[in-house]
């Protein structure tokens, strides 16, 4: 029902579908193209459209706790924007390896995929299976020397009871702390272990492109 209801609500002449989701397009009333069965050489065949500032990269839908979800249109100018900002507040360094810790539904995401990419840095993806915890986090931290990463501020009252040493996280620069309210002992508790990470508490709604308002703790 949310999926045809978001279908019919953006009027999308064209649904994009890989080969796992084949019984979806019994639901689509739209023209569908599987994207895993695009020949190479007709997808380098499609025109590109030059966009501007005021044009949508994309629509995301809030969640609706205070009644139908609506979607949300995006400019570039507004990503841009957010883009920036992380530039300027957190330097190049902290986009060198960013760990991704929200799924693509959420408008956390588009920064955790871009920014890194714009500064030459990487996007690691963990393990579906695999809850993100701090012992996992350390994990990623010694293979990837993870510079940045997000959590919402429940995830990271579960994440201070591992059984983590501030030297396994050596390489981590900075925590975003958004999507909830910060509980001010666990920050105390966080900074208190981990001295040399800094921490950002972010907020905004997802009509200010991602976030809006920020303090480092």
């Known amino acids: ?17 890989h080969g796992q989701t084949t019984a979806l397009e019994k639901e689509m009333e739209q023209s569908v193209l599987y994207v895993d069965a695009i020949p190479e050489a007709l997808s380098s065949t499609f025109n ?3 966009t501007g500032p005021a044009d ?21 100018r507004g990503l841009v924007n957010r883009l920036d900002w992380m530039t300027d507040h957190f330097n190049t360094e902290a986009a060198q390896s960013v760990l991704r810790t929200t799924p693509q539904i959420y408008d956390s995401s588009v920064w955790q995929l871009l920014w890194p990419l714009l500064h030459g840095g990487r996007k690691i993806i963990p393990e579906e299976a695999r809850s993100l915890d701090l012992e996992y986090v350390a994990e990623l931290c010694d293979q990837h020397a993870l510079s940045l990463t997000d959590f919402v501020p429940s ?19 900075h925590i975003i702390l958004g999507g909830e309210a910060i509980v001010a002992s666990d920050v105390r508790e966080f900074q208190n272990r981990f001295p040399s990470i800094r921490l ?18």
Do not use: W
């Open 56 to 76: 949508i990269v994309y629509i995301i839908y809030t969640s609706g706790t205070t009644g139908m979800p609506k979607g949300v249109e995006v400019p570039y």
């Open 200 to 217: 950002t508490n972010l907020y905004g709604p997802t009509e200010a492109s991602i976030g809006c308002v920020f303090h480092e703790v």
């Open 48 to 50: 590109l459209v030059p």
């Open 155 to 173: 995830i990271f009252t579960e994440a201070l009871r591992a059984d983590v040493e501030a030297s396994q996280l050596a390489s981590l620069q």
């Open 1 to 17: 029902a949310r999926r045809q209801a978001v279908l019919k609500n953006i009027q999308a002449p064209l649904v994009l579908l």
